[in-house]
């Protein structure tokens, strides 16, 4: 069974600073996603990033990127110039195949403060 | 279109007693789950379909009724509540062959339930 570890539970970086939230998973497919989700006291789930295994390249979302390191298994999210808003719990999350059909495995998430 | 919607927002219910926990959605997808939130626990799987008439089980089935008689509906049923399924419960959705979109998974509001 495929399975996703998040190592910080918490985690706090000053207003306008970067941080760097870590991610690690297990699996045997060759053909799957990452996700990172963020969600805010409102509960609400929002997609913040995701990566197609088979693309080399780190995907990006403004102040948002991940570092992907296939053979390592590893997909951290960095977020730039950290603003008040970016304080939530952080979710990675797995899903295997691309068909759109499987479920998310997530990470038990990373609780973000962030400090004026 | 209204997304993902889920009724009621909070529930509180007396042990042993039973409900159901709506979700609907009017994107068209086909596949729809049901998460589990707990503290320090992420989301876990309860049930899901990849289409009308088709149910799996996740990681934490037990306790737990599903069926999906139409694509729009995915009711979750507590057969007999206990304290341990005191949670907040999510639904969610992705696959629509309309817009190709396979990896986006759309999520409710969730659902407050606390069992005394």
């Known amino acids: 069974a495929q399975t996703v570890t998040q190592s910080q539970p918490e985690m706090s970086v000053q207003e306008a600073e970067t941080v760097t939230l870590s991610c690690t998973y297990d699996t045997s497919e060759s053909d799957y996603y990452l996700f990172w989700y963020k969600q805010p006291p409102s509960r609400q789930m929002i997609l913040v990033i995701r990566?197609?295994?088979?693309?080399?390249q780190n995907a990006t979302e403004n102040r948002f990127s991940v570092n992907f390191q296939k053979a390592a298994k590893s997909f951290s999210l960095k977020i730039s110039d950290s603003q008040l808003g970016d304080a939530a719990m952080y979710f990675c999350?797995?899903?295997?195949?691309?068909?759109?059909?499987?479920?998310?495995?997530f990470g038990k998430g990373t609780r973000l403060s962030v400090i004026a | 279109n209204a997304g993902v919607t889920q009724t009621p927002k909070f529930q509180v219910l007396k042990t042993g007693q039973s409900m159901t926990l709506q979700c609907a959605q009017d994107?068209?997808?086909?596949?729809m789950s049901w998460y589990r939130q707990d503290p320090g626990m992420g989301l876990r799987l309860i049930h899901y379909?990849?289409?009308?008439?088709?149910?799996d089980q996740g990681e934490v089935p037990n306790g737990y009724n599903v069926s999906r008689s139409t694509t729009e509906d995915f009711p979750l049923r507590l057969l007999s509540a206990a304290p341990s399924q005191t949670s907040v419960y999510f639904c969610?959705?992705?696959?629509?062959?309309?817009?190709?979109?396979?990896?986006?998974?759309?999520f409710g509001p969730g659902t407050r339930l606390t069992v005394t």
């Open positions: 999350a797995y899903r295997k195949g691309f068909s759109g059909n499987t479920p998310l495995v």
């Open positions: 969610a959705s992705s696959y629509s062959l309309r817009t190709g979109k396979t990896y986006e998974q759309y």
């Open positions: 990566q197609e295994a088979y693309k080399q």
């Open positions: 379909s990849v289409g009308a008439g088709i149910t």
């Open positions: 994107m068209n997808h086909e596949y």
